[in-house]
């Protein structure tokens, strides 16, 4: 079973940063993705950011140049530094894993996600 913790959430001011973490445990395929997703009240779950194992990352035009995904493979932990944070950056943020893999000849994927950690920026 894979497991997925995120923390660091928090309340922040206009123009503050926080760095959030995804934990993950259980039986992993080392090639793999993870992203991070937000959810804000009365609006669809939305892709923030993704980043392959080999480290290659992908944002949303809404947070590209404040926000930076990375990863440490050794800890299977992903992160979410967030600077410049705005008013409408307030959400749950989750994060998934994710893989797929053959099954004789056919390819499946798995994905898993974390529970949600809530970021509010208000002053």
């Known amino acids: 079973q894979v497991r997925l913790v995120e923390s660091g959430g928090g309340l922040v001011q206009p123009g503050g940063s926080l760095r959030l973490s995804c934990a993950a445990s259980?039986?992993?395929?080392?090639?793999?993705?993870m992203d991070w997703y937000r959810q804000a009240p009365g609006k669809q779950r939305e892709l923030v950011a993704t980043?392959?194992?080999?480290?290659?990352?992908n944002y949303a035009d809404s947070v590209k140049g404040r926000f930076t995904i990375s990863r440490d493979n050794a800890k299977n932990t992903m992160y979410l530094q967030m600077n410049s944070l705005k008013p409408e950056d307030t959400a749950v943020y989750y994060c998934?894993?994710?893989?797929?893999?053959?099954?004789?000849?056919?390819?499946?994927?798995?994905?898993?996600w974390g529970q949600g950690t809530q970021v509010t920026v208000a002053s």
């Open positions: 259980g039986v992993l395929q080392s090639s793999n993705s």
């Open positions: 998934k894993i994710r893989w797929s893999y053959y099954a004789g000849s056919s390819m499946r994927s798995n994905e898993y």
């Open positions: 980043i392959t194992s080999g480290g290659s990352s």
